[in-house]
């Protein structure tokens, strides 16, 4: 919207500053931490106004979240929605539509997460909508998200990348658009399963983001792409200024979710982000990447899918709470201790995911 107003008024000094995609890259990220910094308070207090109970705890989780968390405001997924959207639509270039499929997956998915996170506050119950209703409708997001990639963007989502090997893709064929499915919709979820302390979840994405926009912007110059033999994406340049204003946007509520939390992104802010990411990752390929760089979102998830299948199949748990994190608590573990040693392994493993690049 800047560089069509700028264009408008024909400034010419000003169009030629602001058209470099680093600058708009770094405005974005200081406009989405900016909004969340000064208007965080106040929508802070007014979300809190329709929540006479703050976000609903699991009677079956630590006991010692009844106490400590009980009361807090959640859905402060709107916050970090307002400023990653309005961040975008302020400094992306208006004549590349790249980052539209990823706005529409951020409020799409955002949408399913207040309704559930709605749902729980006026019941005042830890169970939102139905698993059902709640994947039924992260899956038709996520096809509609397909269908305008593969026939308006031209990403091939039959195609896999490798990582570390020079050009080498394998063809999933018919598998296409399980495997996309799969990407988004457990990218989605894993970060939901996280977002189970203060600030386990958003410095994560925040680092998973980060590593995907320096990822974005190689995948944007046909020189550096060629020359890292990373997939070329036209115009993937316009992600980095997205995943700047995710960054902005995590630096900014983290803020106000730093232990002991004011606010909860619940449902509306972990499944927007964690969908946002996952439809990154597909439109780069580099969906194995994804995994690595958000390995503790991956670890997270199989711990709940080993701990289910494991009481269902033998009565016996592996874990003595699922998520992982919640195990280390039930170990006697100091949840600022998991958090910031969670902190640490997503660094370890953005910098590992990045070597990939370099490897090839």
């Known amino acids: 919207m800047i560089l069509y107003l700028i264009n408008q008024f024909d400034l010419i000094s ?24 000064v208007f965080g308070p106040f929508l802070i207090t007014q979300i809190s106004k329709y929540q006479t109970h703050g976000q609903p705890i699991r009677d079956d989780g630590p006991e010692g979240h009844l106490i400590a968390k009980k009361g807090t405001p959640t859905m402060g997924g709107i916050i970090i929605l307002i400023s990653i959207v309005g961040s975008i639509l302020l400094w992306v270039n208006p004549e590349s539509f790249i980052s539209f499929p990823i706005i529409f997956i951020l409020i799409s998915f955002g949408l399913v997460g207040f309704i559930d996170d ?7 119950t830890s169970n939102g909508i139905s698993a059902k209703l709640r994947i039924t409708l992260q899956i038709i997001i996520t096809l509609i998200f397909i269908y305008w990639i593969s026939n308006y963007h031209s990403i091939d989502i039959n195609l896999l990348s490798l ?47 980060a590593t995907f926009a320096v990822i974005c912007y190689l995948a944007g110059n046909i020189i550096f792409s060629e020359y890292l ?85 033998t009565g016996k748990r592996i874990f003595k709470m699922a998520p992982l994190h919640h195990h280390f608590e039930q170990n006697g573990v100091p949840e600022s201790k998991i958090v910031i040693r969670f902190w640490i392994v997503a660094i370890v493993l953005a910098l590992v995911g990045l070597a990939t690049l370099k490897i090839r």
């Open 14 to 37: 000003l169009q030629n500053f602001i058209s470099y995609l680093t600058v708009r890259t770094g405005l974005a990220l200081f406009t989405s931490f900016s909004f969340i910094l």
């Open 118 to 124: 709605f749902y729980k506050v006026r019941s005042n």
């Open 229 to 313: 033999y990373i997939n070329y994406l036209p115009g993937a340049g316009e992600l980095t200024v997205v995943c700047a204003a995710i960054i902005g946007s995590a630096l900014g509520f983290l803020w106000y979710n730093a232990p002991p939390a004011m606010v909860f992104m619940g449902d509306t802010g972990s499944l927007s982000l964690g969908a946002s990411i996952g439809a990154i990752s597909v439109l780069i390929k580099q969906e194995i990447v994804l995994a690595i760089v958000g390995g503790i979102f991956v670890a997270e998830a199989v711990s709940v899918i080993l701990q289910v299948g494991s009481y269902k199949m």
């Open 163 to 209: 990582p570390i090997l020079k050009d080498a893709f394998i063809n999933l064929g018919l598998f296409g658009i399980p495997f996309t499915l799969i990407v988004v919709l457990g990218s989605a979820n894993a970060v939901n399963l996280t977002d189970g302390l203060d600030g386990l979840a958003i410095v994560p994405v925040m680092i998973v983001a």
